[in-house]
């Protein structure tokens, strides 16, 4: 999970962090902007073209980046995230009024009527496409059946956001999520692409999962891929698009993306 409370390369968006020493960094962060963003891209396989790139969220500290992996828990017990995520939110719709195209991760926290008219509204002062905003939010966070968040999906794909499922696995739960909700993209993890080129009870679960999600109508994101072989593997497991290392890193997203005037 990666983008408005994600990571990317660098962090798995669900470190732990001790509140009292994050508290004072993430509000620090927030008043002197210091948050930044670096984008991936995502390939189509077919072609090789980039279709779009997802946000990844960094903190600056004055020495370094902090990867959002060391302090997005902390975020949410804290309640912060959803200040964070509406500041992601709205450099992500200025990137989608310059013509990109991107992926932003949320927390089911920030998924309320605030963030929601900032979706609503952000396009119309800008002139974004709001198809250019893809949500992204994890099948663990999906799986509860939290209503509110479900509702939240419904209205911004109805404003033309589109959404993404990351973390898809091929149970049952994740199945039904594919037909309960408006999901248009389906991100396959690391732990189903790694070792695919030797792995072949692996390809079978890719393939699989690749069906299930075709069956409802989704395209299939391949994340971290590494290496040439396991890209030249994807075509034949049905896989629409990828992004991973042996496609292009993160890179500051104002040198990859066309920057707001």
């Not at 698009?241 to 104002?254: D, K, M, S, T, W």
Request: charged share 25%; net charge neutral.
């Amino acid at each position: 999970m990666a983008g408005v409370s994600g990571t990317g390369p660098g962090g798995d968006g669900r470190g732990t962090g001790a509140e009292p020493q994050w508290s004072h960094r993430i509000a620090e962060a927030l008043r002197r902007d210091r948050f930044v963003l670096h984008a991936q891209q995502i390939v189509d396989v077919a072609s090789g073209e980039t279709r779009r790139h997802e946000l990844f969220l960094r903190m600056g500290n004055g020495e370094g980046l902090i990867p959002a992996g060391e302090f997005v828990a902390a975020a949410e017990n804290l309640g912060s995230i959803r200040e964070i995520d509406r500041w992601v939110m709205g450099r992500a719709i200025e990137f989608a009024a310059a013509g990109n195209s991107v992926h932003v991760n949320l927390s089911m926290q920030s998924a309320n009527d605030e963030l929601l008219a900032q979706i609503r509204d952000g396009p119309v002062k800008t002139g974004a496409d709001p198809t250019r905003l893809v949500l992204e939010l994890s099948e663990s966070q999906l799986i509860s059946g939290n209503r509110r968040g479900e509702g939240f999906l419904f209205d911004a794909h109805e404003l033309g956001c589109r959404i993404a499922l990351d973390g898809f696995v091929t149970g049952g739960r994740g199945a039904v999520l594919l037909k309960r909700l408006p999901i248009d993209f389906v991100k396959l993890g690391p732990p189903f692409v790694k070792g695919l080129s030797s792995d072949g009870r692996r390809r079978r679960k890719v393939r699989n999962a690749s069906a299930k999600a075709h069956e409802s109508g989704q395209r299939v994101i391949a994340q971290g891929v590494e290496d040439l072989i396991t890209v030249q593997l994807l075509p034949d497991l049905a896989i629409d698009e990828a992004q991973g290392y042996a496609l292009g890193r993160p890179e500051p997203a104002e040198s990859a993306l066309s920057v707001p005037a």
